[in-house]
């Protein structure tokens, strides 16, 4: 590319300009601090072990026997109001709808010093295990209609508090930008036939040149039109529109594919911060033809501004291509 490019990515609809020669400007990219070394427990920190009397009512304890890994309970500073009943007014222009639903913590392991990146791959696994877990038992609440699951890795990725945890907020209502996706994928369905999902990925194992990771289950890739520099798509192979689908052997398969990226992210981009999100329908459309769940990483070496404010458009600096060739050269330093 010579002069900058402008791609729009299929399954978002988003615009990007992919302006490499504009290069990494110097703020963004300034390693992060190096993070002062973390104690392995806190007192201070109610995620950590021993404060469990300080969240309130736990949802969920891995493994079930022994020493807790993996813990889930309500969000203290909920977006939501957790109680409430479910209404919505539509008065002319102004509509309006009750926030209600439930949020969660996850607190990703028992000690303060661990990350998803640092910890043993079972660890990995039982976090896995407890997204599945509580994404699927969200969407048992009537009042909920869609589930954002998300976690907010470091400071300049959102994150309040240091210790390794995710997040779970039931919606009552369906969010524009999920609505938009699922109109091009059904779009796509209906004048083309067959997934939108299935078809990108097909593609991109043929391009091969912005893949980062294969697993039996999962590909790892740079999006043709990544938003970001080294922004990342996690897909299962096998078509499923809901997560709550996946079966105990392909969480397995994610956790150690998730694993080996994110060490590859550490070891690329000098212990990035990043947001990591799993995009799921809910388990009803686990069979629909046009919903494909899927996980995005997105580093965050770049920090979006007024003209993506504006525009709605974003501003990548690097090209996807080269930014899946650094991840999988950094593969060279990171042990299998
Ligand atoms: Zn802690
Ligand atoms: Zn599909």
Aim: hydrophobic content about 40%; glycine content about 6%.
């Amino acid at each position: 590319v010579t002069v900058p490019e402008i791609r729009r990515n299929p399954i978002t609809g988003e615009l990007v300009i992919l302006a490499p020669e504009r290069g990494l400007r110097p703020q963004a990219s300034a390693p992060a601090q190096p993070a002062a070394p973390r104690p392995a427990h806190r007192p201070d920190c109610p995620f950590c072990v021993g404060s469990e009397e300080r969240t309130p009512g736990e949802t969920l304890r891995l493994p079930a026997e022994g020493p807790w890994q993996v813990r889930a309970f309500p969000n203290r500073f909920s977006t939501l109001s957790a109680a409430g009943e479910n209404w919505r007014r539509d008065d002319d222009l102004y509509c309006a709808a009750a926030a209600v639903g439930p949020h969660e913590v996850i607190a990703e392991s028992a000690r303060h010093d661990l990350t998803l990146a640092a910890m043993e791959p079972s660890g990995v696994h039982e976090v896995v295990r407890a997204w599945h877990h509580r994404l699927t038992a969200f969407y048992a609440d009537p009042r909920v209609v869609h589930v954002s699951l998300f976690k907010n890795h470091g400071p300049r990725a959102g994150a309040s508090q240091e210790h390794a945890h995710s997040q779970v907020v039931g919606l009552p209502l369906v969010p524009e930008q999920q609505r938009r996706r699922t109109q091009l994928a059904f779009e796509y369905l209906e004048e083309r036939g067959g997934c939108l999902f299935c078809r990108v990925l097909r593609d991109e194992l043929v391009a091969e040149q912005r893949l980062v990771h294969q697993s039996a289950g999962f590909v790892s890739f740079i999006p043709w039109a990544a938003l970001s520099p080294f922004h990342l798509w996690i897909f299962p192979r096998r078509h499923a529109g809901a997560f709550s689908a996946a079966q105990p052997e392909e969480l397995a398969d994610l956790a150690a594919h998730l694993h080996r990226v994110l060490r590859l992210v550490d070891a690329a981009l000098d212990g990035a911060d990043y947001n990591l999100v799993v995009h799921s329908g809910p388990p009803a459309q686990a069979a629909a033809a046009h919903r494909h769940w899927y996980l995005s990483v997105v580093p965050r070496v770049t920090a979006s501004a007024g003209f993506e404010l504006g525009t709605a458009m974003f501003v990548n600096p690097s090209l996807p291509e080269n930014s899946a060739v650094r991840l999988r050269e950094a593969g060279r330093t990171v042990a299998p």
